[in-house]
């Protein structure tokens, strides 16, 4: 059942609270009352315990888009079979270590999108049309200036 517009609210906050542990490691608390573990690659003075800052921004890219391609699709009344959701971003490690002229922004976002769904081609242009409106974090990246690139690979 799709969500009308009168029963959400016009805004709300969500937040995340970082417990630094040292050495480029934070365990970090969510809203909801999950916890995750934010660190570094060893190379770069971390611990390895969790996914990198880049490597949470990439995983929200993924699960935002599963979620909103899901959400678009109740909302069309259309169902989908399965997806997989696989998600690249580029950016500038030198940009990060302050480098001049490198910008720490990911520049370019690629995400393939694999579905198997029973749908018109007009329906699915209009799901990922609706998804590009709908997705908060796609377009996060795309306010931020990233080239985005989305592949669709429907029903094979």
Not at 44 to 70: F, M, N, Q
Request: with cysteine; charged share 25%; aromatic share 6%.
């Amino acid at each position: 059942m799709a969500i009308r517009a009168k029963e959400l609210p016009e805004t709300t906050e969500n937040w995340a609270e970082a417990d630094f542990k040292g050495h480029a490691k934070s365990v970090v608390t969510v809203k909801g009352g999950h916890t995750m573990i934010v660190d570094e690659p060893k190379r770069l003075g971390g611990s390895d315990e969790g996914p990198s800052p880049t490597g949470y921004l990439v995983t929200s890219l993924a699960g935002c888009t599963a979620v909103i391609v899901e959400r678009c699709a109740k909302d069309a009344k259309l169902e989908i079979e399965s997806m997989k959701v696989k998600s690249t971003i580029v950016y500038s490690p030198r940009g990060i270590g302050g480098q001049e002229g490198y910008q720490s922004n990911p520049s370019e976002a690629v995400t393939d999108v694999w579905m198997k769904i029973d749908a018109t081609p007009g329906q699915v242009e209009a799901l990922k049309a609706d998804y590009m409106k709908r997705c908060p974090v796609y377009n996060l990246f795309k306010a931020s200036g990233c080239k985005m690139t989305d592949d669709w690979h429907i029903n094979e």
